[in-house]
């Protein structure tokens, strides 16, 4: 029996308690034997996400019988003694706000910097031709190639072992040629940078190769490039050579992504997708995979200078509707951090397919990158399926994921107000609105109501895919704000003028609705009246890890309303061949609601 799986698992830091009573009840063990083995195998190092890391987490946002689209946030650290190899884009340095990489911590801690990045000249070099440094610097540096020092300008000594270092002003360009440039060469150009002295008031290595060739330059390490570097401390022997550097940390970037279909030997990469996360210095980091197969186990694991941490697992959807399929849902997640922990591992244990989520997901109100972290910690130690598999996720926008957290149905802000949640979600170019299908049986659509897009904008768009989806026999609608909520705030009224007709004429399965803090089921309704037939039923209201709220005593008096209780809550939904299974299920699993609906549209074998 492979243990590996179960120590992931419970050796992280949050939900260890309940991922180790879910692997027991798995496997048989008790949970005495499971921390018997925890205590005993922890000090081995478990493989996870280094602590400057979150997530990583699932997102389906285009066709999920073929892709997946992985994301994790990388915290960004003042540099400072013992720090660790970062990446960023040349020039590197302070005082002249010209760098591209500001070293903030640099002045009065350390006078050294290095960095280091892998080359190829090109094959269309001529023979004879000359790599060359561009350079501008303050006040000194040491260049390597592949391991050999091959130019110094301005210091004695190397390393933490300098002695004088002569002051130089890095006011023009400046060229030297570092050896030949052979067609299709491959290597390691590192350099060490030094000032003058810890309280110089600026420091500058901005460096660029090429190869001259006729008296003509030719880029091999553009200007501007990214490269690696280590500020605020010593770097380990061989750091500028091929061999001390190691395979996969050669090209200079903090992370590798490489996957795998589970039980296959070879291991595939995928290029990663890099931005700032939000208005911080933090980074989002993204692996988009496409061309998988339906109904298909994978691993994957981020590599980091080197260092593979994972694997983790996802699960591609399959290609045909499979009777009894699940998948849960709901919003306003995080109130607090024990809330949204215990509400994640229920959802895992549900074992669904995917989750839909609908808003307010880090409460971070467009401007608290630590709520998002927790948030990505939480679902990635959490949201776990019994047999390790992570969870994937379908996401809309809330008003909590923007500032000002207002909802404003004819004035919305742009998306420029959610900065954390468009940096870290992919398919977001052109707003939140979005449909998901899988395959011809089922299709998801999610609407922006009224946060970073108004609501009659959406009118149109919405229109147009829910009729170009009448031949799919299953289709649900998320959003965040409620327009049939249960009293405890005012309905959404343009959403009922705008939206509901549509989704009356198109025959959508259920409307899943959030923000109130609350659970509600309506009954089958059309234009607000209970029409068992041709009713729509929306179901909510975003309670998934939040304090509740009371509902009012009159409720009943909505008549549209079938139930509605102030409960934590995620909705699971089963996906049979002739009807839905809708069930409101709290944390520790109790079932207090349920209802069935027939499946609206035909189709002989439900696609």
């Given at each position: 029996m492979e243990f590996r799986i179960i120590f992931e698992l419970v050796a992280l830091d949050h939900c260890q308690r309940g991922l180790a009573s879910r692997q027991s009840e798995n496997l048989n063990f008790p949970d005495a034997v499971i921390r018997s083995l925890l205590l005993l195998f922890l000090p081995w190092g478990i493989s996870a996400l280094h602590a400057s890391e979150y997530g990583p987490i699932c997102e389906w946002h285009e066709d999920p019988t073929t892709t997946m689209s992985i994301h994790w946030v990388a915290a960004s650290n003042d540099e400072r003694p013992g720090g660790e190899w970062k990446l960023g884009a040349a020039g590197f340095g302070y005082g002249d706000d010209d760098d591209q990489t500001v070293l903030k911590a640099m002045r009065g801690k350390y006078r050294s910097v290095y960095i280091r990045r892998a080359y190829e000249v090109p094959a269309k070099a001529p023979r004879g031709a000359e790599l060359t440094v561009g350079i501008r610097y303050d006040d000194a540096f040491i260049l390597y190639r592949d391991g050999k020092e091959v130019l110094r300008k301005g210091v004695e000594g190397a390393g933490a072992s300098i002695g004088k270092v002569k002051k130089h002003e890095a006011e023009v360009w400046e060229y030297f040629k570092i050896g030949p440039a052979n067609p299709g060469q491959k290597g390691v150009i590192a350099i060490e940078g030094h000032n003058e002295n810890i309280d110089s008031s600026d420091f500058t290595l901005r460096p660029r190769i090429d190869y001259r060739a006729k008296g003509k330059l030719y880029p091999v390490i553009r200007e501007g490039a990214s490269w690696a570097y280590l500020a605020g401390g010593a770097p380990g022997a061989g750091w500028a050579s091929i061999g001390g550097i190691g395979g996969d940390e050669v090209a200079a970037t903090r992370y590798k992504f490489s996957y795998r279909k589970?039980?296959?030997?070879?291991?595939?990469?995928?290029?990663?997708?890099?931005?700032?996360?939000?208005?911080?210095?933090?980074?989002?980091?993204?692996?988009?995979?496409?061309?998988?197969?339906?109904?298909?186990?994978?691993?994957?694991?981020?590599?980091?200078?080197?260092?593979?941490?994972?694997?983790?697992?996802?699960?591609?959807?399959?290609?045909?509707?499979?009777?009894?399929?699940?998948?849960?849902?709901?919003?306003?997640?995080?109130?607090?951090?024990?809330?949204?922990?215990?509400?994640?591992?229920?959802?895992?244990?549900?074992?669904?397919?995917?989750?839909?989520?609908?808003?307010?997901?880090?409460?971070?109100?467009?401007?608290?990158?630590?709520?998002?972290?927790?948030?990505?910690?939480?679902?990635?130690?959490?949201?776990?399926a019994p047999d390790g598999r992570l969870i994937p996720m379908v996401v809309a926008i809330g008003n909590h994921e923007v500032k000002g957290y207002q909802y404003r149905p004819k004035n919305a802000p742009g998306r420029e107000d959610a900065p954390f949640f468009y940096s870290l979600f992919s398919g977001k170019s052109e707003g939140a609105n979005f449909t998901v299908d899988f395959g011809n049986y089922l299709s998801l659509v999610g609407v922006d109501s009224g946060h970073t897009a108004n609501i009659a904008a959406q009118t149109q768009w919405l229109g147009r895919v829910l009729g170009?989806?009448?031949?799919?026999?299953?289709?649900?609608?998320?959003?965040?704000?409620?327009?049939?909520?249960?009293?405890?705030?005012?309905?959404?009224?343009?959403?009922?003028?705008?939206?509901?007709?549509?989704?009356?004429?198109?025959?959508?399965?259920?409307?899943?609705?959030?923000?109130?803090?609350?659970?509600?089921?309506?009954?089958?309704?059309?234009?607000?009246?209970?029409?068992?037939?041709?009713?729509?039923?929306?179901?909510?209201?975003?309670?998934?890890?939040?304090?509740?709220?009371?509902?009012?005593?009159?409720?009943?008096?909505?008549?549209?309303?079938?139930?509605?209780?102030?409960?934590?809550?995620?909705?699971?939904?089963?996906?049979?061949?002739?009807?839905?299974?809708?069930?409101?299920m709290t944390e520790d699993g109790k079932i207090f609601d349920k209802t069935t609906r027939p499946l609206r549209r035909g189709g002989a074998d439900n696609r």
């Open positions: 589970k039980g296959e030997r070879e291991w595939s990469s995928a290029r990663i997708r890099e931005r700032k996360f939000g208005k911080t210095e933090d980074l989002a980091f993204s692996a988009d995979l496409r061309d998988l197969k339906p109904a298909s186990r994978y691993e994957f694991q981020i590599i980091r200078w080197g260092r593979p941490m994972g694997p983790w697992e996802f699960e591609t959807a399959p290609a045909r509707f499979q009777d009894g399929m699940t998948f849960v849902t709901g919003g306003d997640m995080y109130g607090t951090r024990a809330w949204l922990d215990a509400m994640n591992l229920r959802a895992g244990k549900e074992d669904p397919l995917f989750a839909l989520l609908g808003g307010d997901l880090a409460y971070a109100n467009g401007s608290n990158g630590g709520r998002w972290r927790d948030w990505l910690e939480s679902w990635n130690n959490c949201a776990v170009n989806r009448l031949g799919i026999p299953r289709q649900f609608v998320c959003y965040h704000r409620p327009a049939w909520g249960t009293g405890v705030k005012g309905d959404a009224t343009d959403i009922r003028k705008e939206w509901s007709p549509l989704f009356e004429q198109f025959k959508v399965d259920c409307v899943f609705e959030n923000d109130h803090h609350t659970y509600k089921r309506t009954h089958p309704i059309v234009g607000g009246e209970r029409s068992d037939k041709d009713g729509i039923l929306y179901m909510g209201d975003g309670s998934w890890g939040v304090k509740t709220r009371n509902i009012p005593k009159d409720w009943k008096k909505r008549t549209y309303l079938a139930e509605a209780q102030a409960l934590r809550h995620l909705i699971k939904v089963t996906l049979k061949k002739d009807e839905f299974l809708y069930e409101g």
